[in-house]
């Protein structure tokens, strides 16, 4: 049998796309009831995949967020669940055409040149190179999808679905259009929703401007934020309780440079301590304003064209930019002497989430939804628990959102996107909503109709992603077995964009929650606190980072440092540990199977032969160790475990099969407590500080022994548990997995459909666990002597311990030995009393002495600690003076004081251990 020992470094390049292929060869991913796995669960385990915006690439948080999915769906896979999480790409409306825009323009393309036909064409050949570079990048990830499933919000089911709803809405009254203050972005030229704002706060003018009274009696005051839409004003407003009011109200002003004769009105919507107590009234570009102008009947002009430059209601402004236009009338109003004053103040100002163009209120005719019908139920169903978040926080958040709900204008003046199904009859003006054009209206019989020529928001299709992929409103097979899916995985930034109209569609539609829980994770920052993006531009592209360090280095670090619901930071060095780790393992695999493969282990413990498969055994609960071990060497080698394989077990052996048994159990339930962050956390420690840095350490000495029997069982504890680390891996690096696992000798099939590993309680052995926790203990406080000693690496020393109970057979045999391989000593004996310049350490009840003579130069060493001890002497002294100046404490920040405190904490405890160390060399201790 060829050598499947690995011989070179790790190389995630080679490594990586060979099981990428491998797996969609084997149609790995497709969901399958896998009960020889041990499971016991006949519900599928369904996640729905956030479909990504075909603008370009994914970024690195798409890779967090869908990696972390992944994680979950191949554990479950593992399990033996019937696993479905399908792919999907979003046609994303506004930020898909403001892309095509964007390159036209550079192509030197008039836009308006374009007929709709001709740019959405455009659209769709942007839409296929987007799409293959996203489908490459999800793949090289490794993310386990079921790609024959995978669907666009574009193709003709999912448009068909989308209009289905649209016409069940609109005959159900819950879609009207309406003419209403909406936001507008000047440069996307589209209506928005409420939530694709973002409000920030900016330091802005308050700016108090005089009316002139028609009678000539004066002026009238008014402050405002936005002097531009003075010229829209059709009122200026007063409170009914202010005394001003009953002189005031019902006289004319003279509206500021279009001289325009305007009313005053009363309304309590005024509040009378602000500015001075009187609000200019502008319908059409604001919304408090525009609710004053419908109970009051007044004008609505609109004075801002969809450009944000002034139309021909500005009069002499007319064409200049909203800006522009609001420093020419400022002048104006200074020249006139109209200009009162202007001061600072504070504002909140709205901007589009994609494009951070500030958003106009703008008076529209646009298409709404009603919310709160279908809001009602959705907030009962997670008042109930019938869907539940993670960290549970975010319940709060979704149910003030939604007790608050307001319309959905779901129309933008695009072309790219699902178009809106309302036809109306050129004859009679009857309006239709259906699927296609009409032959004849059913009013007047006309045969000629004109479809709205906007489109729906891009939310209006994704709201559907838990229904429409699945073949909906169809009543399919798929949809009977996969609706409603177990969880989704998204950000807290689009709980109102999606989440929540997804409960309200699942529940309007399919009578059924969408998920049962929601799992959020935090958003990935940038150096400066910014969300990463691909319209910001300070993401790096997945496949660079991959090309450098490999899908499982980005994998498993994206995922251990991203705890649920908290915010991440990236930086590229966090992807380094992964990478080391990766390497870690892989040097691991190459020193025990090349060590087994020397010494005929492989041979005589049965791993040579050729199998066809290996088979899951059964899980059955043993009565004692070796029958648990038998049943692993089984299920990772389909061949019974040798006899006298394990009869030669040692400390180090039962040690490492205890923790084994302890990381199984804390894996197992952090995932099922969806905390990927802490399962992969509980990994990293088990395989990296307890399998190679103290059990391959420990049993080295073993492996290249004369010791048949302890170097047999040795290896066979070895390889067992990196064959079953494999499995633990997989979900988190199934690349590097799938390959260890194939050069394990008797392994077979894929990792990544094999059993994953469950908790062995037979393994946990406390007796062990107590024993080599105090060799750690001591050998850690003996490499830290040597260490601050300076004792040369190489240099064995003796030791001598000591114990107050005067019972000194715990450091016999076992503890001993591998005391004296870990911490470098030539013997262990013991005494009664402290020897001179012996340094000491303390383990449990016992002391342990270390003879420093021979193993450094005793003056020298004494020397160099003194002069250590007058440094640090100096520091304390300087920053005891400084802490105690109280004018130092009251004006430095709290934490430069803070730094100084835990500095000095610090120095306090140097001074101590270098004071002890020079008495031990002077043998005062």
Known sequence: MASNVPTSAYDPAQVEPRWCERWLQADAFRPQLRPENGNSDPEPYVVLLPPPNVTGALHMGHVLSSTIQDVFVRYQRMRGRETLWWPGTDHAGIATQKVVERKLRDEGIDLASL??????????????????????????????LDWPREYFTLDPHMSRAVREVFIRLFQKGLVYRGRYIINWCPSCRTALSDEEVEHEEVQGNLWTVRYPRVDGNGFVEVATTRPETILGDVAVAINPVDPRAAELAG?????????????????????????????????????????????????????????????????????????????????????EGLLVRSEAHTLSRGLHDRCRTVIEPYLSSQWFVRMKPLAEPAIRVVEEGRVRFYPERWRNVYLHWMRNIQDWCISRQLWWGHRIPIYTCCKCSEIVAAHETPAACRRCEGTRFTQDEDVLDTWFSSWLCPLSPLGWPEKTPDLERYHPTTMLVTGPDIIFFWVARMIMASLEFAGEVPFGQVLLNGILRDAKGRKMSKSLGNSPDPLDLIGKHGADALRFSSVMLSPPGQDTFFDE??????????????????????????????????????????????????????????????DAFGAALPAGAIEALRLEDRWILHEYAGAVADVNREMEGLRANEAASRLYHFFWDEYCAWYLESIKPRFYGEERDTSRTAHTVALLLLAHSSKLLSPFMPHLAEELWSRIPGTRGLVTTAAFPRPEPMLLDNDAATQFEMVQEATGAIRTLRSEMRVPPGKRAPALVHSESGDLAQ???????????????????????????????????????????????????????????????????????????????????????GRDRERHAELSGRRERLRTSLAELSGKG
């Open 811 to 897: 450091w016999e045999g076992e503890p001993g030995r591998l005391l004296r391989l870990h911490a470098k000593l030539e013997e262990l004996q013991p005494v009664g009393r402290r020897p001179q310049a012996a340094a000491s350490v303390v383990a449990r009840d016992s002391v342990l002495y270390v003879p420093l003579g021979g193993l450094v130069d005793l003056d020298a060493e004494r020397k160099r600690l003194q002069e250590e001890l007058d440094r640090v002497d100096g520091d304390l002294k300087r920053l005891d003076a400084k802490l105690a100046n109280r004018s130092f404490l009251d004006k430095a920040p709290a934490e430069v004081v």
């Open 251 to 335: 006289k004319l002003l003279r509206l500021p440079v279009l001289g325009r004769e305007i009313p005053v009105i009363t309304d309590d919507y005024v509040d009378p301590e602000f500015g001075t107590g009187m609000v200019k009234i502008t319908p059409a570009h604001d919304p408090n304003d525009f609710e004053v102008g419908r109970r009051h009947a007044l004008e609505m002009p609109v004075v801002i064209a969809p450009d944000g430059s002034m139309n021909e209601n500005a009069g002499p402004l007319q064409a200049l930019d909203r800006f522009e236009a609001r420093r020419e009338l400022l002048r104006r109003l200074e020249e």
């Open 573 to 634: 060095s966090n992807v380094v540990t992964g990478r080391n780790f990766a390497n870690k393992i892989w040097n691991a695999a190459r020193l025990v199977l090349s060590s087994a493969e020397k010494h005929g282990w492989i041979s005589e413990l049965g791993l040579a032969r050729e199998r066809a498969e290996s088979p899951c055994v059964p899980f059955e609960a043993e009565s004692t160790r070796d029958d648990a071990l038998s049943r692993l060497w089984a």
């Open 115 to 144: 007929e709709r036909e001709e740019f959405v064409a455009r659209c769709w050949r942007w839409k296929e190179r987007s799409h293959r570079h996203i489908v490459e990048q999800m793949q090289r990830v490794g993310w386990s």
